[in-house]
């Protein structure tokens, strides 16, 4: 389905010198899915199956070391948000009038993003929603709550971070509107 976007990543990466461990599995690619209790969004998966570069997380190990990183990195994003709810004075407007006492604020954000789509870790702070889970979601560079698109879709995202093609010139306009709760915190 995405084959000419795999074999222009497959010619990015060569040309980058990047390793290339096998794709996984319709098996590993459920067992991680059911294991972390994430959804990968189409292209994500299609691309991991076929192949994956050295620098992406793996989801086919599941040693203490590697699970304890993968859940380190799925959360990171919330911890985000919790340190600046915290240190910054963020706050979200639909989460109500932020209480003074800090204890019950912090209560109050981990009760409210516990039921936020997960994103996705895919290298370092980038991430790719969860929600929906179809092909073309934005890829997301995630510092606490300083959250930029960094790239239109997953295809776009490695022409930026390859330096094929600088953050400025994303087609911001064609970046998919209505992510769920993420797209709101994009600056």
Known sequence: MFD???????????????????????????DAQEFYNI??????????????????????????TNVQLLKERLRWPTEGILFDVENNNFWMECWGIKPNHMKTALEIAERNLAA???????YSHRYIP????????????????????YGKDIWDYFKVEFDRKPQQSIQFDEIKPDIPFWGELVI
């Open 4 to 30: 000419t976007q795999i074999k222009e990543l497959f010619n990015l990466f060569f040309y980058n010198n990047s390793n290339f461990p096998k794709g996984l599995t319709d098996n590993q690619i459920n």
């Open 39 to 64: 959804k990968f969004p189409p292209d994500l998966k299609e691309l991991l199956m076929c192949f994956c570069p050295a620098f992406f997380f793996d989801w086919s190990n599941f040693s203490k």
């Open 116 to 122: 936020v789509p997960p994103l996705i870790p895919i």
């Open 130 to 149: 969860s929600n929906p889970c179809e092909a073309g979601n934005p890829i997301y560079s995630v510092y606490q709550t300083d959250i930029i698109y």
